[in-house]
Nanobody
């Protein structure tokens, strides 16, 4: 089991920037991919972005490409999602996820954090 602890998020005006970070502990060797999902009120949870520890391969959903950047610090077992040009549509609870593979992670299969709130005001 991988334990994930998120930090960051908060409230920002449209057009602003925020970052959310996730520190992994426990059986981190079992999780090749780390990433983020989000869930807005009344909507289904959706995959946002992920990165692999070994190859730096990144995947983003189309709606955040060019605005969000996912990065990692292997030494600190930390993954960060830098979010720029935020819009009210980005308002959601953001969840850190660790998966054995990118495919499994994108399917929502893996270890989940508790979530951190991101609110973008118009």
């Amino acid at each position: 089991q991988v334990k994930l602890v998120e930090s960051g998020g908060g409230l920002v005006q449209a057009g602003g920037s925020l970052s959310v970070s996730c520190v992994a502990s426990g059986r981190t060797g079992s999780a090749e991919a780390m990433g983020w999902f989000r869930q807005a009120p009344g909507k289904e949870r959706e995959f946002v972005a992920c990165i692999t520890w070994s190859s730096d391969t990144t995947v983003y959903i189309d709606s955040v490409k060019g605005r969000f950047t996912i990065s990692k610090d292997n030494a600190k077992n930390t993954v960060t999602l830098q979010m720029n040009a935020l819009t009210p549509e980005d308002t959601a609870t953001y969840y850190c996820v660790a998966g054995a593979t990118t495919l499994l992670l994108r399917s929502g299969i893996g270890s989940w954090g508790q979530g951190t709130q991101v609110t973008v005001s118009s």
